[in-house]
């Protein structure tokens, strides 16, 4: 089991700046990648940004340039560091980590981005 806990969520102005973390704890040896996911209301779940242990990221084409992804792994936390947020960022990001026993979900934490 790997449970995960999101911090960093909050209300920005547009333009402005936020860092989201993400803190895995129980079998993190197990996790092979670790994602962000958002979701705004009455939208489908959406990838936003994944990291692979090996460094390897991916981003929505909506997040690219203005989205990193990181992660530190002695911390087993993943981090999404979000500039020039715009107010279609506002959703619940969700943190998951994929696992050789399957895939785990966070709890999500609100971005709002007022214009």
């Known amino acids: 089991q790997v449970q995960l806990v999101e911090s960093g969520g909050g209300l920005v102005q547009a333009g402005g700046s936020l860092r989201l973390s993400c803190a895995a704890s129980?079998?993190?040896?197990?996790?092979?990648?670790m994602a962000w996911y958002r979701q705004a209301p009455g939208k489908q779940r959406e990838l936003v940004a994944r990291?692979?242990?090996?460094?390897?990221?991916t981003y929505a084409d909506s997040v690219k340039g203005r989205f990193t992804i990181s992660r530190d792994n002695a911390k087993d936390t993943v981090y999404l560091q979000m500039n020039s947020l715009k107010p279609e960022d506002t959703s619940i990001y969700y943190c998951r980590a994929e696992s050789s026993a399957g895939g785990y979900w966070g709890q999500g934490t609100q971005v709002t981005v007022s214009s």
């Open positions: 990291i692979t242990n090996y460094g390897t990221t």
């Open positions: 129980g079998s993190t040896f197990s996790i092979n990648a």
